[in-house]
Nanobody
Framework: QVQLVESGGGLVQAGGSLRLSCAAS??????RGWFRQAPGKEREFVAS????????YYADSVKGRFTISRDDANNTMYLQMNSLKPEDTAVYYC?????????????????WGQGTQVTVSS
């Protein structure tokens, strides 16, 4: 049984930073990703990290501002978000894929956390 629990969301002013955490129980040999969904919009890819080498991939909209990482000892994934913009406001979800390779397609992920709200004020 896989469980993903996110934490770290909140309200921040534009230009500020937040760090999201995703603690996983169960499977560990999987690629993982962060997605976000704003009101009235589809869920979109933010970042992904592969199992093993830990290669990282980012959406163009967050490249250079967000950093995805993982702590294998604690089975936890992080998303460091810097230089936040109002358009980053969304519910952020962590997800786990069956397999080591990354994907930007949310349909390729089998397990999801409950989501954490990030609100960036202007």
């Amino acid at each position: 049984q896989v469980q993903l629990v996110e934490s770290g969301g909140g309200l921040v002013q534009a230009g500020g930073s937040l760090r999201l955490s995703c603690a996983a129980s169960g499977r560990t040999l999987n690629a993982r990703g962060w997605f976000r969904q704003a009101p009235g919009k589809e869920r979109e890819f933010v970042a992904s990290i592969t199992w093993g080498f830990g290669a990282t991939y980012y959406a163009d909209s967050v490249k250079g501002r967000f950093t995805i990482s993982r702590d294998d000892a604690n089975n936890t994934m992080y998303l460091q978000m810097n230089s936040l913009k109002p358009e980053d406001t969304a519910v952020y979800y962590c997800a786990l894929r069956i397999g080591p390779a990354w994907s930007a397609d949310p349909r390729q992920y089998s397990y999801w956390g409950q989501g954490t709200q990030v609100t960036v004020s202007s």
